[in-house]
């Protein structure tokens, strides 16, 4: 470790630094990378309104012309 900290990081494993490289140690080669973020739910919660009427039918006109009659 201390050769590593001579060359300022660029002996550590790519993978560490969040670099992608590919390894063959198997029969096929493999794809090595830093995983990705995990989706956060709930970000907006409280910054966005939905209106009570949210799911209601349409008016006739409306839907005449999303379906183009």
């Known amino acids: 470790m201390q050769n590593a900290k001579l060359f300022d ?30 989706v956060r739910f709930g970000v907006l919660q409280g910054q966005a309104r939905i209106a009570d009427d949210f799911d209601a039918p349409l008016p006739d006109c409306l839907l005449d012309a999303f379906e183009g009659r």
Not at 16 to 27: E, F, Q
């Open 9 to 38: 990081g660029a002996a550590i494993d790519p993978s560490h630094r969040g670099d992608a490289s590919i390894s063959a140690d198997g029969a096929l080669p493999d794809r090595l990378g830093p995983a990705k973020s995990p």
